[in-house]
């Protein structure tokens, strides 16, 4: 029994060796990318983070209802004022994972477990709107229902809905907010447009609750980036498909997919056949 663990053991090694070579050279990839994007990065103070990205978390609050003061205390909790490797080379300020939803590159990091795959997005600006969306669920429901200039009640509701482990979570953001006078930027508003307001947020909530499992589910490589091993020259349309990840995931272009299985358009059905290599 022994002498048959052994070669399964180093199978094992060598996977993983392999695995984390992959990871690397992708991240390399990512990496080579931001820095030719922006060739004279310096790292953010904290006052300096607040200035260039306080204008979105407003944004963000007056659409939506999060304390401006709160997301921004997060982003500089979360990127270390923005100068985290996940947020300098993957423009990720809050640490969203990817999940099977996920169409966007990858950027590989160790933190629940070895490698753990978060998303990348062409700007800062991109992630912090990504975070008001991944705080539309049920689970953050009733904080919406909170006025948003309420920081307070936010800070302790995001650790009450499971947002963070840390049982010192809200005493972070409270302390960062009232250290850099972040409430200064949030902004109350009337009771008909909080009602407004509520009535919008809420709309989408619900709408996101029969997703939520998929939308928020981690995976450990989003399905534009998982490899498809098969020699049946067919792939029958799966839901969320469309021609452009199908093309992608086959390392065919639109216009090719599209001539191979006469399409005129791109509208495709679920349960279709296509024909998927050459």
């Known amino acids: 029994m022994k002498k048959l663990l052994i070669p399964i053991a180093i199978a094992i ?17 990512i990496e080579s990318a931001a820095n030719k994007a922006n060739p004279n990065f310096t790292d953010f103070t904290t006052l300096s983070y607040i200035e260039a990205f306080k204008g979105v978390a407003i ?18 909790i979360e990127s270390g004022s923005g100068n985290s490797s996940l947020a300098k080379y993957a423009n990720n300020h809050f640490g969203i994972k990817c999940t099977s939803e996920w169409k966007g590159k990858a950027y590989y990091k ?43 009640n936010w800070a302790k509701g995001l650790r009450q809905a499971g947002y963070a482990t840390n049982p010192k979570y809200p005493d972070m953001l409270i302390n960062t907010i009232e250290k850099y006078q972040l409430h200064q930027y949030d902004q109350p508003e009337s009771e008909p447009d909080k009602i407004k307001r509520e009535d919008r947020v809420f709309t989408q909530i619900n709408a996101n609750i029969p997703k939520e499992t998929k939308k928020f589910e981690p995976v450990e490589t989003p ?4 490899v498809i091993n098969t020699t049946d020259p067919n792939y029958i349309v799966q839901k969320g498909d469309t021609l452009y990840n199908i093309a992608k995931r086959f390392n065919m272009t639109v216009d090719d997919l599209k001539s191979l299985n006469n ?3 791109e509208g495709i059905k679920i349960g279709q056949k296509l024909v998927v290599v050459k």
Do not use: W
């Open 59 to 76: 944004e963000e609050m007056n659409t939506y209802g999060i304390p401006a003061s709160i997301t921004l205390a997060q982003g500089i």
């Open 13 to 29: 090694v060598f996977l993983a060796s392999c695995k984390s070579r992959k990871y690397h050279r992708n991240n390399k990839q």
């Open 110 to 152: 160790d933190d629940d477990k070895s490698n753990d795959c978060f998303r990348v997005y062409k700007d800062a600006r991109e992630s912090y709107k990504d975070h008001s969306e991944f705080l539309k669920r049920k689970r953050y429901g009733a904080l919406f229902e909170l006025d948003k200039n309420d920081y307070v």
């Open 223 to 226: 399905p534009s980036k998982q």
């Open 263 to 265: 399409l005129t358009d």
